[in-house]
C-alpha cells in the first residue's frame, strides 16, 4: 500500500494518506505524553512495540466479534488501517482504582469496586478532556442515542474479551481507554490498544507494565513495553 501525504500528527502517531480513500497508514511514534502533554519524552522503540502489541490486540478482538479498524500490520511502525470519522469521545473502563480516579475522588490507589466503572472524556487537548456523561454526547450531537448503546456494549465486551486476554499472561488489567469512529455508517473500534492505553499490574507482584512508569518516573520504561510485547507475542 502506497503511502501518501501526512494527514494528521497527534502525541503518539502519524496519519498518513493511501492509494484508496477509504484507508489510511498508522504510523507509531516513539513520543511519550503524560498528564496532557504536560509531560513529554521518549522512549526507544516504543512505537514499534505499541504497534505490535495493538495489532495482536486488534485481531483477537476481531476473532472474537469486535468490529475494529484494523486491516493489517505493514511493517515495524505502520498499521493499515480503515480511515474513520473519529466519535470525540475517549472511552474508559476501571476495573480497579487507579490515575484520576483516586486524584479526583480520593480513593486510594489498587482498590477494588464493586464493578467496572465506564467512563466518557471529551477528546479535546484543549478542554483537557473533561469527563462528560450520556446527555452531554447525545445533547452537543458527539455521538446518537444508536451510536452510544453500541458504543458502551462494545466497550463492555472488549473489557471481558481482555481482562481474559491478559490474565493468561498473568497481567491484570485494572483500567483502559479506547476510542471509536464511524465507518461506512457502522461504529468499530479504532486507534490503538497498548500499555500506553492500558493500566496492566503483573498479577502477584503488582509491578506496573505500562506508561505510569514514565508518568510517575518509576525507571525502566522501555522493560515494561518489552515485558508486554513478549507476553503478548508468545500467547
Ligand atoms: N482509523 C482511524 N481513522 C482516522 N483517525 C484515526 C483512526 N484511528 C485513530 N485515529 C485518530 O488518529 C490520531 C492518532 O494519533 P495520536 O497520536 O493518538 O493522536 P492524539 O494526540 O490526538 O491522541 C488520534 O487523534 C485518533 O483519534
Ligand atoms: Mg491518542
Avoid at 155 to 164: A, E, I, M
Avoid at 181 to 193: F, P
Amino acid at each position: 500500500m502506497e503511502k501518501k501525504e501526512k494527514l494528521y500528527e497527534g502525541k503518539a502517531k502519524i496519519l498518513y494518506a493511501t492509494g484508496d480513500p477509504d484507508m489510511v497508514i498508522q504510523y507509531f511514534k516513539d513520543d511519550a505524553t503524560a498528564f496532557n502533554a504536560k509531560k513529554k519524552g521518549t522512549v526507544e522503540d516504543k512505537g514499534i512495540m505499541n504497534n505490535a502489541i495493538s495489532s495482536k490486540i486488534f485481531e483477537f478482538l476481531q476473532a472474537n466479534g469486535v468490529p475494529t479498524h484494523l486491516v493489517k500490520r505493514l511493517s515495524d511502525r505502520e498499521m493499515l488501517v480503515k480511515k474513520v470519522e473519529i466519535v470525540k469521545v475517549e472511552v474508559i473502563i476501571r476495573n480497579r482504582a487507579a490515575g484520576s480516579l483516586c486524584r479526583n475522588y480520593g480513593v486510594e490507589e489498587g482498590r477494588t469496586l464493586h464493578h467496572p466503572i465506564l467512563e466518557f472524556c471529551y477528546k479535546e487537548d484543549k478542554y483537557n478532556d473533561p469527563l462528560m456523561n450520556d446527555a452531554h454526547i447525545t445533547a452537543l450531537g458527539i455521538a446518537t442515542e444508536k451510536e452510544l448503546d453500541k458504543i458502551k456494549a462494545i466497550t463492555f465486551k472488549v473489557n471481558d474479551l481482555l481482562k481474559s486476554f491478559f490474565l493468561a499472561l498473568n497481567i491484570e488489567l485494572i483500567d483502559f481507554k479506547i476510542e471509536f469512529g464511524r465507518y461506512k455508517g457502522d461504529i468499530v473500534l479504532a486507534d490503538e490498544i497498548s500499555p500506553d492505553t492500558c493500566r496492566l499490574w503483573e498479577v502477584g507482584t503488582g509491578v506496573r507494565l505500562d506508561k505510569d512508569r514514565f508518568r510517575h518516573d518509576l525507571g525502566n520504561i522501555k522493560e515494561g513495553y518489552q515485558e508486554v510485547l513478549k507476553r503478548v507475542t508468545e500467547k
